[in-house]
C-alpha cells in the first residue's frame, strides 16, 4: 500500500509516528511522512535518510477571538493544498494521523480523495486537533483504552503508544560505563521530556541538600537552558551525577535507570513502561485540558507510579520523596512490574495490524 503518516509538531507525536513508518517500511508498503516546520521535526529528516520527508506550514488553532486565527486558517487551507496536490501522485490508500493539526490537513485530504484514514490518540484525554478529526476517520487507536469514551461515534482499538525501534535494553553496567556512573548504585533518571522542564530542575536544585548522603547517583536531562546549572549544584553536593540538556541515546539512561522522575507526557510513560522504570511523576500543569495529570493518574491507579503536583513541590519535598522510594526497594520491584503491564511492547506493529485489519484487498490495490 502507499501509506501516508502524519506525525509532526512535538515529539509526542513525531516519535511514534516514525515507530509506525519503520514497521510499515519492514513490510513492504511504501510510506510518506508529513511533519511541520519545527525544528525538532527537522532532526528527524536527518536521522531518517530513507523515508520521503515533506513539511506542513500547520500551526496550532488559537482561541477563535484571537486575531491569529486568520492566520491559521491560511496555513491550514496552505497545508490542505500541498496535501492534495501531493497525493495526486502519490495516491495514498491509507492516511494515519498521529495527533495535533498537522495531521488534521493531511486526513482530511485523505478522507476528501477516498482514502481509508485513522487517527491515534497517545494521551488518556484527546487533543483539540483529534476531536475535530475524529469525523473524518474509519477508526481511531488509542494510547490509553480509557480514551475511548471521548470518541462514541467512531470505531475505536487500543493499540498503546508506538516506541522507537531504536529504543531496546542494552546491559546495565555497559549503559553505566557510557555514562560515566558507577555499577552498583542506586540510579535515578530526570527528565522533562523533549524541551526539558523548568519546573523539575528548580524542584531538583532545592531536593539535593536533602540527598546529600544519599547512596544515590543522578541522570539529569535538564533541557537546554539549565544544564550548566545543575552541574554546579550536583557538584556542591557531592553527588555523582551526568547532567546533559539531551541525550540522543535514550536506551542507555534507561537502560542506567533504576526509577526515574518525569513529565507525563504519553510518549515519555510508554518509553519507561516499555523499560519497566517505576516513576514519580510531576505533570505538566498547563497542559491542554491538564491531560497529563489524566495520564499520570493512570499509572498510579495501577501502582506503577507516584504522582506529585508541581505547584506541591515546595522546600524539600521532592527529597523527601527520592529518600522514601530508595528506602522501600520492594516497592519499587512491584512498581516496576505494574509498569511493564501498561504497554504493549509491539505498539508500532498493533497500529500497522490494525490498519491491515480494516483494509479490503480491492482497497490496497486501488489507483
Known sequence: MNVVVACGGTGG?????????????????????????????????????????????????????????????????????LCRTIYRKFKPQVVLGMGGFTS???????????????????????????????????????GFKECAAFFPKVSTEWTGTPIRSSLQRIDRTEALVRLNLRPGVSTLLVMGGSQGAGGINQAMIRALPALHNAPLQV??????????????????????????????????????????????GAASLAELAAFQLPSLLIPYPYAADDHQTR???????S???????????????????IQTLLSEPETLRAMSAAAFTLAPKNAAALVVDTMERYIQPHDAVAA
Open 13 to 81: 507525536h513525531l516519535f511514534p509516528g516514525l515507530a509506525v513508518a519503520e514497521v510499515l517500511r519492514a513490510r513492504g508498503h511504501e510510506v510518506l511522512v508529513f511533519i511541520s516546520e519545527k525544528e525538532i521535526d527537522s532532526l528527524a529528516v536527518t536521522k531518517h535518510p530513507d523515508f520521503r520527508f515533506e513539511k506542513l506550514p500547520t500551526i496550532a488553532l488559537p482561541s477563535p477571538f484571537s486575531p491569529a486565527i486568520l492566520r491559521f486558517v491560511r496555513r491550514f487551507n496552505d497545508s490542505l493544498a
Open 219 to 264: 541522570i539529569h536531562l535538564t533541557g537546554s537552558r539549565e544544564a550548566l546549572l545543575l552541574e554546579d549544584n550536583y557538584r556542591r553536593e557531592n553527588i555523582p551525577a551526568h547532567v546533559a540538556a539531551f541525550h540522543h541515546r535514550m536506551e542507555e539512561v534507561y537502560s542506567a535507570a533504576d526509577f526515574a522522575i518525569a513529565r507525563s
Open 295 to 301: 495520564n499520570a493518574e493512570l499509572f498510579a491507579a
Open 104 to 142: 488534521t490537513a493531511p486526513v482530511l485530504a485523505g478522507r476528501m480523495r477516498g482514502s481509508t484514514t485513522f487517527l491515534h490518540e497517545s494521551n488518556a484525554i484527546p487533543g483539540r486537533a483529534n476531536r475535530h478529526t475524529a469525523r473524518f476517520v474509519r477508526a481511531v487507536l488509542l
Open 303 to 321: 501502582k506503577a507510579a507516584v504522582v506529585v503536583k508541581e505547584s506541591e513541590l515546595i522546600d524539600d519535598l521532592l527529597g523527601k520523596k
